[in-house]
């Protein structure tokens, strides 16, 4: 079964300050897809950023960037000097890869993280 | 963009009702799915679906049942509502094929009272 752990139920910072959230994830398949959703308060969940298993390669978006280590079986995310409005939930999800499974989503838990001006 | 709309964010209800949630897409996904969202839980599944008239168990379905009529459309059943239902509810959709991602409605908040 797979299953996706977030260690951090909430994380508070000042503003400015670099937050890494942590992502452990485990899975019996070879390919897998991993995914990290930000939970504004107004409660919608937004689409962040997709990794698949074969592709190891660290990314950067502005102010974001996620760390996917195949070796641990992590992919951790973190936001470069953080604002107010990154102030929310962030989930971290894998997805089976089989056409049959729909494309469905586990979820971790979820970590708060308050940013403080 | 992807529009998940749900047509209600808030809503009461008294124990034993019948409850419909509604959820429409207009990106012509394949693919839809319900879960509910309850502190210190996460996200867990309720159903999916990714066909007309089709649908899958999802993790959690006890209590539940669902229909998709139309290709846009994916209804959540509650069919004699429990205050163990009290939670969040949302809805996503996604394309069909590997590793897409699902796109969420702004979600509903029921409580049974």
């Known amino acids: 079964a797979q299953k996706v752990t977030q260690a951090q139920t909430e994380i508070s910072v000042v503003e400015k300050e670099d937050v890494t959230l942590d992502c452990v994830y485990e899975t019996r398949d070879t390919t897998y897809y991993l995914f990290w959703y930000k939970q504004p308060p107004s409660g919608e969940l937004v689409f962040l950023i997709r990794?698949?298993?074969?592709?190891?390669q660290n990314e950067i978006s502005g102010r974001y960037s996620w760390n996917f280590q195949k070796s641990t079986s992590s992919f951790n995310f973190t936001i470069t000097a953080s604002q107010v409005v990154d102030s929310a939930v962030y989930f971290c999800a894998l997805s089976e890869a089989t056409r049959a499974a729909g494309n469905k989503l586990t979820f971790g838990g979820g970590t708060r993280v308050l940013v403080k001006p | 963009d992807v529009k998940v709309t749900q047509s209600s964010r808030y809503l009461v209800k008294r124990t034993g009702e019948k409850v419909f949630l509604e959820c429409v897409q207009d990106m012509d996904h394949e693919n839809m799915f319900w879960y509910r969202q309850d502190p210190g839980l996460g996200l867990r599944l309720i159903y999916f679906s990714y066909d007309v008239k089709m649908k899958e168990k999802g993790d959690i379905p006890e209590g539940y049942s669902v229909s998709r009529e139309k290709k846009e459309r994916f209804s959540l059943i509650l069919e004699s509502a429990s205050t163990n239902q009290t939670s969040m509810y949302l809805c996503a959709s996604s394309s069909v094929g590997q590793g897409h991602e699902q796109y969420f409605g702004p979600g509903t908040r029921l409580t049974v009272t």
């Open positions: 990794r698949n298993s074969f592709d190891e």
